[in-house]
Nanobody, 127 residues
Framework: QVQVVESGGGSVQAGGSLRLSCAVSGVTYIGYCMGWFRQAPGKEREGVAAIYTGGGSTYYADSVKGRFTIPRDNAKNTLYLQMNSLKPEDTAMYYC????????????????????WGQGTQVTVSS
């Protein structure tokens, strides 16, 4: 049984940093896609970043490029979302998700590609 569990959300002032964690268990594939999504009130859930564990390819939304990274601890099977230079518009519920197939540049941010989702963790950035 695949399980995805996020942690690390909270409140921070604009310009600050936060790191979210995503622990994945029950996956026996060597290469699969792990992604971060976010959903602000009244908006669609959008892809933020993703990584293909098989080759290490990473993908980022234009809105977070240069500010967010997704390091991964292979030994702990944990994905992180390191968020720097946070802005009020980054305020949202953040979700981690796993897709048992590979990420590509055309599918990494499609909700329908991901089979397993965490419960979400709230990030609030104040101005």
């Amino acid at each position: 049984q695949v399980q995805v569990v996020e942690s690390g959300g909270g409140s921070v002032q604009a310009g600050g940093s936060l790191r979210l964690s995503c622990a994945v268990s029950g996956v026996t594939y060597i290469g699969y896609c792990m992604g971060w999504f976010r959903q602000a009130p009244g908006k669609e859930r959008e892809g933020v970043a993703a990584i293909y564990t098989g080759g290490g390819s990473t993908y980022y939304a234009d809105s977070v490029k240069g500010r967010f990274t997704i390091p991964r601890d292979n030994a702990k099977n944990t994905l992180y979302l390191q968020m720097n230079s946070l802005k009020p518009e980054d305020t949202a519920m953040y979700y981690c998700a796993a897709d048992l197939g590979p990420c590509t540049s055309w599918n990494w941010n499609l909700r329908s590609e991901y089979n397993y989702w965490g419960q979400g963790t709230q990030v609030t950035v104040s101005s």
